[in-house]
C-alpha cells in the first residue's frame, strides 16, 4: 500500500497524483497522539460514542455512528436541547479538523470547486458490528473521504479495506451520471463485483493519528472487529455544483415529501 509521511517534499502533488492513479492515499503520522486537536477529538469520541449512553441504531447494529450532516452550513449554528454546549464544542473541533488545508485544499483541488458540502460521521465499531459497509461495494454517490484512525487499528479489530486502483474499473463501469442513489437495481449492481476486484482488497492497518483519503470509486469495505473496538473520523465531501449530487438531493426531497404525504 501507498504510505506517506505528513512532511514528505510536494506532498499535494503525491496525493493528487495518488488519488488520481490509485484512488486512495495514507499518511501515517498525520497526528501524533500528543497532537492537542487530536487529544480533543479523541476524548470526545471516547466519550460521545459509548455503547452505554446511546439507544440501538438498526442501520449500525452492534456498534454507534453519530452524524453531523452539512458541517459547515448554516443550519448547523442552531442551538436546541440540554447538550447543546457539549454538541457545539464537539462541532467546533469537527469544524476545525475539516478546515485544515490538507482536508479542505485538497477536496478543493480534486473537485475544481470550493463550493463542497461536508458530513461528518464518527462511528464505533464492535465485535457485535452489522452493518451494510462492511461488504466490498463502491459508494452510490461518490465522495472524496477522509478517515481518521481514532485508535490503533490492525486487521484484528476491524482495519478499512480497499482494493487499489479499482475507481478506474468503476468510472467505466458505471459512467457518469448514474442512477439514483435509491434505484434498488443499482445498490444490487455496486455490490456485484469481479473476483479480482474482491481478492485484492487489502486492509489498511495504521495508528491512532493515521489520516486514509480515498475516492468512495475505489472498492472498499468496513473491517470486521474480532477483538477491541474500532473509532474512525470520517469526513465526507462532495462537490454541491455535481449534478448527480443535486439530483440526489431533491430525489431526498421528493422522498421525504413523499413519505410525509402518506
Ligand atoms: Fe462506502
Known amino acids: 500500500?501507498?504510505?506517506?509521511?505528513?512532511?514528505?517534499?510536494n506532498l499535494d502533488e503525491l496525493i493528487e497524483y495518488s488519488l488520481i492513479v490509485f484512488g486512495y492515499v495514507i499518511i501515517d503520522d498525520f497526528f501524533s497522539e500528543s497532537d492537542d486537536?487530536?487529544?480533543s477529538l479523541k476524548s470526545k469520541h471516547l466519550i460521545d460514542l459509548s455503547l452505554n449512553n446511546v439507544a440501538?441504531?438498526?442501520?449500525y447494529l452492534g456498534g454507534v455512528c453519530?452524524?453531523?450532516?452539512?458541517?459547515?452550513?448554516?443550519?448547523e449554528t442552531k442551538k436546541e436541547s440540554k447538550n447543546s454546549n457539549r454538541k457545539l464544542n464537539n462541532e467546533i473541533e469537527l469544524k476545525e479538523l475539516v478546515r485544515l488545508p490538507l482536508?479542505?485544499?485538497?477536496?478543493?483541488?480534486?473537485?475544481?470547486?470550493?463550493?463542497?458540502?461536508?458530513?461528518?460521521?464518527?462511528?464505533?465499531?464492535?465485535?457485535?458490528?452489522k452493518h451494510i459497509a462492511q461488504e466490498p461495494h463502491f459508494d452510490r454517490i461518490p465522495t472524496l473521504k477522509f478517515m481518521?484512525?481514532?485508535?490503533?487499528?490492525?486487521?484484528?479489530?476491524g482495519a478499512f479495506q480497499l482494493s487499489v486502483s479499482t475507481h478506474h474499473w468503476v468510472k467505466r463501469t458505471f459512467p457518469l451520471p448514474r442512477p439514483s442513489y435509491d434505484n434498488p437495481e443499482y445498490f444490487k449492481k455496486t455490490r456485484e463485483l469481479p473476483k479480482p476486484i474482491i481478492d485484492n482488497l487489502k486492509p489498511i492497518e495504521g495508528k491512532a493519528g493515521t489520516l486514509i483519503i480515498f475516492h468512495t470509486d475505489t472498492i472498499h469495505n468496513q473491517g470486521v472487529v474480532n477483538n477491541g473496538e474500532c473509532r474512525i473520523i470520517r469526513?465526507?465531501?462532495?462537490?454541491k455544483e455535481d449534478k448527480s449530487n443535486r439530483r440526489q438531493n431533491i430525489q431526498k426531497l421528493k422522498n421525504l415529501f413523499r413519505f410525509l404525504s402518506k
Not at 481518521?148 to 479489530?157: E, F, G, M, R
Open 235 to 239: 469526513s465526507h465531501f462532495r462537490n
Open 56 to 59: 440501538p441504531d438498526h442501520n
Open 37 to 39: 486537536l487530536f487529544k
Open 66 to 75: 453519530k452524524t453531523f450532516i452539512d458541517l459547515l452550513g448554516k443550519k
Open 148 to 157: 481518521l484512525y481514532i485508535n490503533d487499528i490492525s486487521s484484528d479489530n
Open 103 to 129: 482536508f479542505y485544499e485538497t477536496a478543493k483541488r480534486f473537485f475544481h470547486s470550493d463550493n463542497l458540502k461536508i458530513d461528518v460521521f464518527q462511528t464505533l465499531d464492535t465485535p457485535n458490528s
Open 1 to 9: 500500500m501507498l504510505r506517506i509521511k505528513k512532511n514528505q517534499p
